[in-house]
């Protein structure tokens, strides 16, 4: 009788999954699960998906100033370069950068 290809890895998968059924259900790719809520823990997911946000907005400041500076003549971005490397800018930047932890905590906690 001639083998039928369909039916070894259907056989083969279902040895698989019996297997993994046998062993408790434990996969060697299963994601890490907190002890306490039983959920995947996700921090890294999370914190990857914060510094993608995090860059974007970076980048899209700026090019929102350069892009509004070309639009009407004023060099904004050379500007407010100019504005950040003052005094009051750094702790300018210091406040947004609070803000963006806040931000980013509340985000967090909406993300649990």
């Known amino acids: 009788?001639?083998?039928?290809?369909?039916?070894?890895?259907?056989?083969?998968?279902?040895?698989?999954?019996n297997s993994r059924r046998d062993s408790g259900g434990a996969d060697e790719h299963a994601p890490d699960v907190d002890e306490?809520?039983?959920q995947p823990n996700r921090i890294a997911e999370w914190l990857a998906s914060t510094a993608v946000w995090v860059g974007v907005g970076g980048i899209g400041?700026?090019?929102l100033l350069f892009a509004l500076g070309q639009a009407v003549g004023?060099?904004?971005l050379s500007m407010a370069a100019e504005a950040v490397s003052s005094?009051?800018?750094?702790?300018?930047?210091?406040?947004?950068f609070a803000l963006a932890?806040?931000?980013?905590?509340?985000?967090?906690?909406?993300?649990?």
Request: no cysteine; glycine share 8%.
């Open 101 to 112: 932890l806040i931000g980013l905590a509340e985000r967090g906690i909406s993300y649990a």
């Open 61 to 63: 400041i700026v090019l």
């Open 74 to 76: 004023i060099p904004l």
């Open 36 to 38: 306490t809520t039983g």
């Open 1 to 17: 009788m001639p083998r039928n290809e369909k039916t070894d890895d259907r056989s083969s998968r279902d040895a698989d999954t």
């Open 87 to 96: 005094q009051t800018g750094r702790w300018l930047v210091v406040a947004l």
